[in-house]
């Protein structure tokens, strides 16, 4: 499959040394409105032919997927323009401002006929994955409660800039992961509420949030973000995670440490991520699920699935994103459904 990258930014980096090492993919062209940018990535990656402009790069290239590394704003009319052209797409988190712009996405790739995979891969980490699937396999019976926690004090500011300048931060940037590896553990989500404070003066948006979600097939869940934590060990970039169900308890600890209790026992296990040679501590674990997310891009283009991150998919975890901003600022209940 030959792609090309939209957007050679501070994330991208990663994407581009993930598909390197991904067998069936190339990424033969890059665009980047910003000309030092697309050189520089450029020059990193040996990738000769480059674009300022997507529209020409997708006239001029022959190619079978686009991979969209640009913040929200450009996400429509850059997934709309590779729809047109035919194209598979994967787009990166936050899918769209709005739901109106994600179902017109979701709708132009479907009636092009392709694939559309948003770029949602907390729930792809290994060590989140692993308890993932020791949940789906029944290891602690019905799952009825769980806790899914990233608090943190590091900077994300220095790196992602447009973070701190953005009305709406902690929910849109990251608790949008949080909420959908809340999905992958307990399903569709039938009333959410949300509490949201901003700690941090120098920024513009919310930087904790603290959300309670009923899920439709019976389990309740708190997912609770914080940019504003100061503790020790600082668990950047983290999932924590603690899970009750009918037969036993699981837990993700800080370190990458898996503890399932049951009647028979218990077992811990290190579920540390690898470090790939490309990648650095502490972003090793994102890292890492970055090259899993898109070589399951690949390997359902081949089976002809859907991603289990779909376009499609994600709408509901979009859902929950507007759904605690909306009952943060009315201190309703509200449900995704609706919205
Ligand atoms: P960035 O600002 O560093 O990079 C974005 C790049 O896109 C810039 O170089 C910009 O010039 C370029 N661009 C914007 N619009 C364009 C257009 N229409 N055509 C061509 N180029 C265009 O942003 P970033 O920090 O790399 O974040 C990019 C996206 O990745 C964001 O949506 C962010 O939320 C997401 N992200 C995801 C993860 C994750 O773990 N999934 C982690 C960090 C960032
Ligand atoms: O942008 C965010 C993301 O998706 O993962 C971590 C991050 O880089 C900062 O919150």
Same mark, same amino acid.
């Given at each position: 499959?030959?792609?090309?990258?939209?957007?050679?930014?501070?994330?991208?980096?990663?994407?581009?040394?993930?598909?390197?090492?991904?067998?069936?993919?190339?990424?033969?062209?890059?665009?980047?409105?910003?000309? +030092?940018?697309?050189?520089?990535?450029? *020059?990193?990656?040996?990738?000769?032919?480059?674009?300022?402009?997507?529209?020409?790069?997708?006239?001029? *290239?022959?190619?079978?997927?686009?991979?969209?590394?640009?913040?929200? /704003?450009?996400?429509?009319?850059?997934?709309?323009?590779?729809?047109?052209?035919?194209?598979?797409?994967?787009?990166?988190?936050?899918?769209?401002?709005?739901? @109106?712009?994600?179902? @017109?996405?979701?709708?132009?790739?479907?009636?092009?006929?392709?694939?559309?995979?948003?770029?949602?891969?907390?729930?792809?980490?290994?060590?989140?994955?692993?308890? $993932?699937?020791?949940?789906?396999?029944?290891?602690?019976?019905?799952?009825?409660?769980?806790? $899914?926690?990233?608090?943190?004090?590091?900077?994300?500011?220095?790196?992602? %800039?447009?973070?701190?300048?953005?009305?709406?931060? $902690?929910?849109?940037?990251?608790?949008?992961?949080?909420?959908?590896?809340?999905?992958?553990?307990?399903?569709?989500? *039938?009333?959410?509420?949300?509490?949201?404070?901003?700690?941090? %003066?120098?920024?513009?948006?919310?930087?904790?949030?603290?959300?309670?979600?009923?899920?439709?097939?019976?389990?309740?869940?708190?997912?609770?973000?914080?940019?504003? +934590?100061?503790?020790?060990?600082?668990?950047? /970039?983290?999932?924590?995670?603690?899970?009750?169900?009918?037969?036993?308890?699981?837990?993700?600890?800080?370190?990458?440490?898996?503890?399932?209790?049951?009647?028979?026992?218990?077992?811990?296990?290190?579920?540390?991520?690898?470090?790939? %040679?490309?990648?650095?501590?502490?972003?090793?674990?994102?890292?890492?699920?970055?090259?899993?997310?898109?070589?399951?891009?690949?390997?359902?283009?081949?089976?002809?699935?859907?991603? *289990? +991150?779909?376009?499609?998919?994600?709408?509901?975890?979009?859902?929950?994103?507007?759904?605690?901003?909306?009952?943060?600022? +009315?201190?309703?209940?509200?449900?995704?459904?609706?919205?």
């Amino acid at each position: 499959m030959k792609g090309a990258l939209i957007g050679c930014g501070f994330f991208a980096q990663n994407q581009l040394h993930a598909w390197s090492g991904i067998e069936g993919a190339d990424i033969v062209a890059l665009c980047d409105q910003d000309g +030092t940018r697309l050189s520089d990535t450029a *020059e990193r990656f040996a990738i000769a032919r480059t674009y300022r402009d997507a529209a020409a790069m997708l006239e001029a *290239e022959q190619l079978d997927f686009v991979d969209i590394a640009t913040t929200v /704003p450009s996400h429509r009319p850059l997934v709309e323009m590779a729809a047109a052209a035919g194209l598979d797409v994967i787009c990166q988190k936050p899918f769209a401002a709005t739901m @109106a712009d994600a179902r @017109a996405m979701v709708e132009a790739v479907e009636s092009a006929g392709r694939v559309l995979m948003v770029h949602e891969n907390f729930r792809w980490q290994s060590a989140v994955r692993r308890a $993932i699937e020791t949940v789906r396999e029944g290891a602690i019976g019905a799952p009825f409660f769980g806790r $899914i926690s990233f608090r943190s004090g590091y900077d994300v500011f220095s790196g992602q %800039p447009y973070l701190a300048e953005g009305e709406r931060f $902690i929910i849109e940037d990251l608790g949008i992961h949080i909420l959908d590896i809340a999905r992958a553990f307990f399903g569709d989500v *039938e009333r959410l509420s949300a509490a949201t404070k901003r700690v941090n %003066p120098q920024i513009r948006g919310e930087d904790v949030a603290t959300m309670l979600l009923q899920h439709s097939q019976g389990a309740s869940s708190v997912v609770d973000c914080s940019y504003a +934590t100061r503790r020790q060990p600082e668990t950047f /970039p983290q999932t924590l995670l603690e899970i009750d169900g009918s037969e036993g308890t699981l837990r993700l600890d800080a370190g990458y440490r898996l503890t399932v209790q049951t009647k028979g026992g218990e077992s811990i296990a290190d579920v540390e991520p690898p470090l790939l %040679p490309w990648a650095e501590k502490p972003w090793h674990n994102i890292q890492e699920s970055v090259s899993i997310i898109q070589r399951h891009f690949v390997d359902c283009i081949a089976a002809g699935r859907e991603p *289990e +991150t779909s376009g499609r998919d994600n709408l509901k975890t979009l859902a929950l994103v507007e759904a605690a901003y909306r009952s943060a600022a +009315t201190g309703q209940t509200v449900r995704p459904a609706d919205l």
